[in-house]
């Protein structure tokens, strides 16, 4: 098992960055495919970035491509997520998750995700 607890959320103007991270206890980090998802309120958990395990790939979605960069210190157990020229609708509570196998095509799911951090709460203002 590994556990997870994200940090670094909070309030920002649009336009401005936010960096957040994912610090993992238990299992070896290194093992795991981690993952970004994000939910606003009345709305599904969305797929935001993932990352292998070694950290030389990663994937995200157009909503958030050339904005934000997922990366993954393995010698620190920590996965981030930085967040440059955020918009008001990038607005969510951020949950960084991790896969013990997890096929290329299925890296926006979140049901292939065995482990989920508590979220943080991410607020971008107009």
């Known amino acids: 098992q590994v556990q997870l607890v994200e940090s670094g959320g909070g309030l920002v103007q649009a336009g401005g960055s936010l960096r957040l991270s994912c610090a993992a206890s238990?299992?070896?980090?290194?093992?795991?495919?981690m993952g970004w998802f994000r939910q606003a309120p009345g709305k599904e958990r969305e797929f935001v970035a993932a990352?292998?395990?070694?950290?030389?790939?990663?994937y995200y979605p157009d909503s958030v491509k050339g904005r934000f960069t997922i990366s993954r210190d393995n010698a620190r157990n920590t996965l981030y997520l930085q967040m440059n020229s955020v918009k008001p609708e990038d607005t969510a509570v951020y949950y960084c998750?991790?896969?013990?196998?997890?096929?290329?095509?299925?890296?926006?799911?979140?049901?292939?995700?065995?482990?989920w951090g508590q979220g943080t709460q991410v607020t971008v203002s107009s």
């Open positions: 998750a991790a896969a013990e196998v997890l096929h290329t095509n299925a890296v926006a799911t979140t049901q292939e995700y065995d482990y």
């Open positions: 990352i292998t395990r070694s950290g030389g790939i990663t």
């Open positions: 238990g299992r070896t980090f290194s093992g795991y495919t």
